[in-house]
């Protein structure tokens, strides 16, 4: 069965680029028609869709975030990956990567599975 | 954006109560609602797709139900280990929201 496992630095200084990672085993990144999804989560807050990509380069973002996202599939390295850019400390969050797949013809998608999440600081 | 509401916010229970979660989306969402289980310190995990479909693997006491803007979640006999906090997403549309989540407490 697929896994993804979240990784990358868990502090960042303001005003500097947050760059995560997700690795996808047990499946190829590139089978079937998925999107690759990162959703964060402050501290005791809910859940907020950050965007998601394809491997045919298409992607989708959260407009609160469009300006300072990028998302991006590396098919070779079976990962996709997360650069959120002028992070404050507003950005603090558990990311969490997710697959999202279509469950029937009219459209349906959902997000399954997720990564276990990793926490990641704005300080100085 | 598309807004999603839930009710209540937080829930007190016993072993083999019957639980309900309510959801509203602010527009009309067909049947795009999906129901997650967060349990603490734990990713969030597909409980129901589609409004009613139960993912594989997910005890049959979880019962979703729901079209257009109203959508409920029912534990029909609850369990010492469905504590947990239980969001509702829509994926009608981009971006993609969640409800604000419901915390159960057994």
């Known amino acids: 069965q697929v896994q993804l496992q979240e990784s990358g630095p868990g502090l960042v200084k303001p005003s500097q680029t947050l760059s995560l990672t997700c690795s996808v085993s047990?499946?190829?990144?590139?089978?079937?028609?998925?999107?690759w999804n990162w959703i964060r989560q402050p501290a005791g807050k809910g859940l907020e869709w950050i965007g998601r990509a394809h491997t045919s380069g298409t992607t989708t973002y959260n407009s609160s975030l469009k300006s300072r996202v990028t998302i991006s599939v590396d098919t070779s390295k079976n990962q996709f990956s997360l650069k959120l850019s002028s992070v404050t400390a507003a950005d603090t969050a558990v990311y969490y990567c997710?697959?999202?797949?279509?469950?029937?013809?009219?459209?349906?998608?959902?997000?399954?599975?997720w990564g276990q999440g990793t926490l990641v600081t704005v300080s100085s | 954006d598309i807004q999603m509401t839930q009710s209540p916010s937080s829930l007190s229970a016993s072993e083999g109560d019957r639980v309900t979660i309510t959801c509203r989306a602010s527009q009309n969402i067909g049947s795009f609602l999906d129901w997650f289980q967060q349990k603490p310190g734990k990713a969030p995990k597909l409980v129901i797709f589609?409004?009613?479909s139960l993912r594989a693997g997910v005890p049959s006491r979880f019962n979703g139900s729901g079209s257009g803007t109203d959508f409920t979640l029912t534990v029909s006999s609850l369990q010492p280990e469905d504590l947990a906090s239980y969001y509702c997403q829509q994926s009608y549309s981009t971006p993609y929201t969640f409800g604000q989540g419901t915390k159960l407490e057994i």
């Open positions: 997710a697959r999202a797949y279509y469950y029937n013809r009219s459209g349906g998608t959902t997000f399954d599975p």
């Open positions: 589609g409004a009613s």
């Open positions: 047990g499946g190829s990144i590139s089978s079937g028609s998925y999107y």
